[in-house]
């Protein structure tokens, strides 16, 4: 698998999954569906994009009926930038982050403006 | 079946729960994470792989890895010199030698455990550091100061070899006194790099310190020359180890990896305690081939480490660049070097090479000088290594960033403010 734009295969995966809709928040198993990862796998990733403040995290609002509140997730401005810029590096080598990155992610603030 | 899986999940989502409480406290919510998304997931296997997922989450966060293999090692090390003091002294081993054996595996053991309890106040010696890379190259050292002190006993009874024949290093055979004043010399030794700084702190303590126990070790080479070099090795791989070593990660795992793929190359050409595979080869050329292996892995693995370190520097933009990459080189030679001369199939070798090579020439009064290559390993080395390092580490110092420019004339001097802060002497 290239690793031109320095990050691994499977950060391009949920690169490309938190792109489609860069404003709105997702869930873990939401983005697992997604990307194929494992928990196992989805979850370091999340937590070192955390880390490097390249996405945000919170709790979901209220108490659900049900199930318990969930951990939401999206990526940060500095994060959405660099998410574009490393699925663009990996694009010409034809990995499958290149096939699942929308043509043209939309803006913060015009999806799911009411939740954030 | 089913209700069997259940019920497994079940269990697998309480305990996931409660070992949450393993991880740092700023890093909780994400095992709960885990365990919140986990209703989403259908039930059955999906939902328990869901679950294993927060389990490995739980400990890659906590560092159970780290920490259950380290505790793995350590316990392994532990048996292992248990295994060798009882050795010792069961009567299987038996010779005219074997006070030497028993006061070598006693300062090991005294060494491995002390050092890290007298010096931590200081922290020079332990706790070992975080990194896999310094747990692994811990555990990994010190057993191999186990197998090295076994198999110079091992060694010591093939015919016609002593360690302390005239050729080994050490005159005459055991000697309580001789004992006692190379361990006292040595205790001495450490004891300086210690006592020093703490009581005359103003007296340049760490140059006086090491100068002292510099001065302290060559003394004590010369009465007990293998004492002395399990001591060293001893601190020395406790010392880059521990959590204030300024070595990375990164240099550990390259300089100790490539040090022993180079002790295992030499084996691989050459191992001449078996069956010879370069049977036209002089030993002498032999013993030069061993060398050159030798200097070639001390150089690969301190130029990588050293390139590695200053790569990563550089992307940092670390202001301790210069400094940081000093110490990789410097401490990246003589690891290297360590890691193949305690490779043991490398020293039982090049001791079997010249053991060959000066008994086959006629001059039997050298066969005893076959543990000398052993020593010659041990300490021309690191000691080639740290030259090495140090040479390297004069490249990074050419990459100085370009001095800001001089002020315009017409600006006023400023008045000193008596700052002494220098931006390489920042303590953290």
């Known amino acids: ?116 | 079946m089913g209700r069997a899986l259940d019920g497994l999940t079940r269990a697998l989502d309480r305990l996931l729960g409660r070992c949450g409480g393993l991880v740092p406290p700023g890093r909780r919510g994400w095992a709960e994470a885990v365990r919140a998304e986990a209703g989403e997931v259908p039930p059955g296997a999906a939902r328990l792989g869901w679950l294993a997922g927060g389990f490995w989450l739980v400990a890659r966060e906590a560092g159970m890895v780290r920490r259950i293999g380290y505790g793995l090692g350590t316990v392994a090390v532990a048996v292992a010199a248990a295994l060798a003091v009882r050795y010792l002294w069961s009567g299987a081993h038996a010779g005219r030698d074997a006070g030497w054996d028993k006061a070598r595996v006693l300062l090991l053991v005294a060494l491995l455990a002390g050092l890290p309890w007298v010096a931590r106040r200081r922290g020079v010696f332990g706790p070992v550091g975080h990194s896999i890379a310094a747990r692994a190259v811990r555990a990994g050292g010190c057993a191999a100061l186990v197998a090295l002190v076994l198999d110079f006993a091992r060694i010591q009874h093939f015919p016609g070899q002593s360690l302390s024949d005239p050729g080994g290093g050490a005159a005459g055979g055991w000697s309580w006194a001789r004992e006692v004043a190379g361990l006292g010399l040595i205790a001495a030794c450490l004891a300086a790099v210690l006592i020093v700084p703490a009581r005359w702190p103003k007296v340049r303590p760490v140059l006086v310190a090491w100068g002292a126990a510099a001065a302290w070790l060559a003394l004590s080479f010369t009465l007990a020359p293998l004492q002395v070099l399990i001591a060293v090795y001893a601190a020395g791989i406790l010392a880059v180890t521990s959590r204030r070593s300024p070595v990375t990660p990164a240099t550990l795992a390259i300089s100790s990896g490539i040090g022993v793929a180079g002790g295992l190359l030499v084996v691989a050409l050459h191992d001449p305690t078996r069956t010879p595979r370069a049977p036209g080869l002089h030993p002498k050329t032999q013993v030069l081939l061993l060398f050159v292996v030798l200097v070639a892995a001390i150089a690969a693995g301190t130029t990588t480490a050293g390139a590695v370190a200053a790569r990563r520097a550089r992307s940092t933009g670390d202001p301790l660049t210069l400094k940081a990459q000093a110490w990789q080189y410097l401490a990246a030679g003589p690891l290297t070097a360590a890691s193949a001369a305690l490779m043991l199939p490398l020293l039982r070798a090049s001791a079997a090479v010249h053991f060959l090579a000066n008994c086959r020439a006629a001059h039997p009064a050298n066969c005893t000088a076959a543990p000398a290559v052993w020593t010659f390993f041990l300490v021309a080395g690191p000691l080639l290594g740290l030259a090495f390092g140090t040479c390297l580490s004069a490249l990074p110092a050419d990459q100085t960033p370009p001095k800001p420019p001089p002020k315009p004339p017409h600006e006023p001097p400023r008045e000193p403010d008596h700052s002494r802060a220098g931006g390489f002497f920042v303590k953290i």
């Open chain 1, 1 to 116: 698998m290239p690793r031109g734009s320095g990050f691994s295969a499977q950060t391009l995966l949920v690169f490309a999954a938190l792109s489609v809709e860069p404003a709105d928040w997702r869930h873990g198993y939401d983005l697992a569906k997604q990307t194929g990862l494992k928990s196992g796998t989805l979850y370091p990733i999340l937590v070192r994009l955390a880390d490097q403040g390249l996405m945000e995290a919170r709790w979901e609002d209220g108490r659900p009926a049900g199930r318990p509140p969930r951990h939401l997730y999206r990526l940060s401005s500095e994060g959405l930038a660099l998410a574009q810029e490393a699925l663009e590096a990996a694009a010409p080598a034809g990995t499958p982050p290149a096939r699942r990155r929308p043509a043209a992610p939309r803006r913060p603030g015009l999806a799911g403006e009411g939740r954030l």
